[in-house]
C-alpha cells in the first residue's frame, strides 16, 4: 500500500498523458503519480504519515488499516502464487507499519471462463497463509467480467491489524549512525517471477520468498522495541527503492555496504546477464530495518534466531551526508549513487 | 461486500467447471460459489454473521469493515461514474450494517495506455464523493496492467467505521407482522447503465440514483432505533434477492404488494420491453429496510423528510409462511414467487 502523501515541496505535477506500466512499478513514476495525481485530489487531514498503513481511530482504538491488489504474472511460480503473495503481501504491509494482521478481506476479479480449479487452489494457497500467518479472512467480494476483460484472476487484500505500541516507527526518528538490517537474502522474489515466465533461456533452483515477516519484527519488538526506528518489506523497487523514500522523508543519507548485501548467486547471475541492479528487484518476505547503532549486533542475532532469518545482515548506516541519497560503497572502496527504480523492468511481480 | 457464509445444511458444493458471469451477478449462482467453493476453504469461526459488513474486534472497539469491487462498463454514465459507485457503495455496505463509514482506502488496477484525464476524473469523483458522506479517503495502492489485461480500470475500495450502536440489526429479529420499507423508486441505476452501453434503441431521461444512503439510515436509527430489524442496499441482484436472502435467513415469508414498489415509467417500460423484472435491478442508493408494525408509519415518515427519500414507500409485510419464500401480491389479487436473480442479465453494473 501507498499512503498518500502531498509532495513535501508542493511542486510535484502529474504530466504523464497516459497511464504506463511504469506506474505501477513502485519506483519514481508511481511516486509522480501518487504525489504529483492521487494526493492532491484526495488530500484531507487524516492522511497518515506511515508508509505501509494507515492508523484509523475508531471508538478509541488505534486500528492499523492496509490495501493493495496483486496482479502478479503467472499466478503460480515456484514457491508461492498470488493466493499467498495476496495474505502475506498484506500481512507484511501491517508488520512493518508495528501491526499485527488480525483480519482480512479478499475481493476477488475473475475473468469469465477461469477454470474452478485454477480459483480452488488459489483461495486454498489464501486460506493456507492465512492459517500460518494466524489472520482470519472474514469477507470479500467476487466480481466477474467477460473474457478478455481481465487477465484470469486479481486480487486485493484489505488487512486490519492492532498496533503493537512497543516501537515508535517514525523516518523523522532515524538519526545518524543507525544501522540498516536486512532479514536474508533479496531479489528471490523478483527473479523467481521473471524465470517462471519462461521468456529467457535460463533456469535456476530458485523460490519466491514469499511468506510473513512478522516473526521478524516480533523478534526486534520483543529484544529491543526502542531500537527500531523504521521498518519496511522492499517488495517493488526493491532495497534500493525503500531506502531512497526513507532518506527523502528523514533527509539523511544512507551508506550501503554492497558487498554485505545478502544475494543468491543465482540472483546475482541473473541480475548481471539481465543488466538489473539486485538492490531494484522486488522481495516479499524479507524485512528492512533501522535500529540504533547500540543496539544493532542484538537486533540481528533476534532475526538471525527466526527460523527464515538466518540470512540476516547489517548492510549499511545512516549518515548526514550526502543529504537525501543511498550511496553504494562497493567493495573496491568505490562509491556509487544507488536510485530509485526508474521504469519497470519486471512488470506484475505482484 | 458478501460475508462468507458456511451453507445453512452444510449440503451445497460448487461443481460448475469453470467461472461465468452469473457467479459474478449478484444471485443464486453466486450465492453457490461463495456457499459452495468459497466459505468452505476460508472457514473460521470469526465470519460474522451480518450480510455486507464483518465487525471486527480491535484494541476494545468493535470496528465495522467492508470490502467491494467495482468493475462497471461504461466508466461514466448519466448521473454517475465509477468513482462515485466505488465511495458510496462501499459507505452503504457500512450503513446498512448500522455503521457509519470513517475511513475508506482505495485500490486501484488501470490498464496501460489509460488516458490521465480518465483517471483524473474518476480520482476526482471519488474525493467529492467522500467529502459529500462525510469520509476520508487514507490510503490506497495502484497497480498497472499490459493494454488488453484489465478493461480501462478496476476499482476497489474498504471502508472502516464506527458500529452506530442504536440498533441490534439480525435477520433472526424479524417477526412476520414486520413491514418491509424501500426508500424510493427501484432499478434506476442498472438501468440507466444498460442505457449507458448504447446497444439498445432505447432513451430515457433516466440517472443513477448512486448516493450515500447513510442519511435513511441515520433518520431510521433516531426516529425508531429499536424498531429497524434488517437494512440492505438492493445492488445487484435487486430487491428481489436481497429479500430472498432475509427470507433463507429468518426462516419467514415476505409478502410484496407489487403495485406499492415504487418505480419509474422509464424504468417499468425498459424492463417491460426487455422482459426484465425491475425487482431483479440493481439500485446504488435505496435503502431497504425491514421495521416493527407498530412503528413502519413513523419509519416511513423519517425516510421521507430526508433528501432523496420523498419516494419512500412500504412496500410489503413479514408472513409466517409460505416459509423461506418471497410472494408478490399482484394489483388484481394474485400471487407469484419470486426468486432471487437466476443467470446475469445486466453485466457489470457495479
Redesign the interface.
Known amino acids: 500500500?501507498?499512503?498518500?502523501e502531498r509532495a513535501a515541496n508542493g511542486a510535484i505535477r502529474?504530466t504523464?498523458?497516459?497511464?504506463?506500466?511504469?506506474?505501477?512499478?513502485g519506483g519514481k513514476a508511481?511516486r509522480r503519480?501518487?504525489e504529483g495525481?492521487?494526493a492532491p485530489?484526495?488530500a484531507?487531514?487524516?492522511?497518515?504519515p506511515l508508509a505501509d498503513?494507515?492508523i484509523?481511530p475508531?471508538?478509541?482504538?488505534?486500528?492499523a488499516?492496509?490495501?493493495?491488489?496483486?496482479?502478479v504474472r503467472p499466478l503460480r511460480f515456484p514457491g508461492g502464487s498470488i493466493g499467498e503473495l495476496a495474505v502475506n503481501g498484506t500481512v507484511n504491509d501491517l508488520a512493518v507499519s508495528g501491526a499485527r494482521a488480525?483480519?482480512l478481506?479478499?475481493?476477488?476479479?475473475?475473468?469469465?471462463?477461469?477454470?474452478?480449479e485454477v480459483?480452488?487452489a488459489e483461495?486454498?494457497a489464501?486460506?493456507g497463509a492465512?492459517a500460518r500467518t494466524g489472520v482470519?479472512?472474514?469477507?470479500?467480494?467476487?466480481?466477474?467480467?467477460?473474457h478478455?476483460?481481465?487477465?484470469a484472476m486479481?486480487v486485493?487484500t484489505?488487512g486490519?491489524?492492532?498496533l503493537d505500541g512497543r516501537s515508535a516507527l517514525d523516518p523523522r526518528a532515524v538519526r545518524a549512525g543507525d544501522r540498516v538490517l536486512v532479514s536474508g537474502p533479496i531479489g528471490d522474489h523478483g527473479i523467481t517471477i521473471l524465470l517462471a515466465r519462461g521468456d529467457l533461456e535460463l533456469e535456476a533452483e530458485l523460490r519466491s520468498d514469499t511468506r510473513s515477516v512478522w516473526p521478524f519484527v516480533a523478534a526486534l519488538l520483543e529484544t529491543c522495541p526502542h531500537a527500531v526506528r523504521w521498518m519496511r518489506d522492499p517488495t517493488r523497487g526493491g532495497v534500493a527503492t525503500a531506502l531512497n523514500e526513507l532518506v527523502r522523508e528523514s533527509g539523511l543519507a544512507i551508506a550501503l555496504r554492497e558487498e554485505e548485501v545478502p544475494l543468491r548467486a543465482e540472483v546475482r547471475g541473473a541480475c548481471e546477464l539481465l543488466g538489473l541492479d539486485p538492490l531494484h528487484i522486488a522481495n516479499e518476505g524479507q524485512l528492512l530495518a533501522v535500529v540504533a547503532a547500540a543496539d544493532a549486533e542484538r537486533a540481528l542475532a533476534a532475526v538471525r534466531a527466526v527460523v527464515g532469518g538466518e540470512g540476516a545482515a547489517l548492510i549499511g548506516e545512516v549518515r548526514e551526508a550526502p543529504a537525501r541519497t543511498v550511496v553504494g560503497i562497493t567493495p573496491y572502496g568505490g562509491t556509487r549513487v544507488i536510485d530509485m527504480l526508474v521504469g519497470d523492468p519486471l512488470?506484475?511481480i505482484c
Not at 65 to 71: N, R, S
Open positions: 500500500m501507498t499512503i498518500l502529474f504523464d498523458p497516459q497511464i504506463e506500466m511504469a506506474h505501477g512499478a508511481s503519480l501518487v495525481l492521487i485530489i484526495f484531507n487531514p487524516i492522511l497518515a498503513a494507515a484509523v475508531v471508538d478509541g482504538a488505534r486500528v488499516t492496509t490495501a493493495d491488489g496483486y496482479v488480525h483480519t478481506m479478499v475481493s476477488l476479479i475473475l475473468e469469465a471462463g477461469l477454470p474452478t480459483l480452488r483461495l486454498e489464501m486460506a492465512a482470519a479472512i472474514v469477507g470479500g467480494d467476487t466480481k466477474v467480467v467477460e478478455g476483460s481481465c487477465d486479481f486485493t484489505f486490519v491489524g492492532a512488470p506484475r
